[in-house]
């Protein structure tokens, strides 16, 4: 099983990033997906989810409005479009993959908004 997110990076206040995160090993289609992230010194939160066959979607509210996940079944890939990016929104973030009680992380990528 492998998640492997790419897409990271610095990034100026007010810029976009697209997150996307490969998947490879089980059957993606089956399994709800999420973003988290994880900032120094704090807990790994909840950014965003998005169900098996894409059809739901949620949000934390801090990125309500500015962040889109979407995913891709036929390239088993899941994306998150991130649009006028804060300091705050300054972490590694994860993807992660749900089935019931089955759950696969990737191993993170760097975000840095920073003028």
């Known amino acids: 099983v492998q998640l492997v997110e790419s897409g990271g990076g610095l990034v100026q206040p007010g810029g976009s990033l697209r997150l996307s995160c490969a998947a490879s090993g089980f059957t993606f289609s089956s399994f709800a997906m999420r973003w988290y992230r994880q900032a120094p010194g704090k807990e790994r939160e909840l950014v965003a989810g998005?169900?098996?066959?894409?059809?739901?979607?949620n949000y934390a509210d801090s990125v309500k409005g500015r962040f889109t996940i979407s995913r891709d079944n036929a390239k088993n890939t899941v994306y998150l479009q991130m649009n006028s990016l804060k300091p705050e929104d300054t972490a590694v973030y994860y993807c992660y993959a749900l089935r019931v009680v089955m759950g696969y992380w990737g191993q993170g990528t760097q975000v840095t908004v920073s003028s």
């Open positions: 998005i169900s098996s066959a894409g059809g739901s979607t």
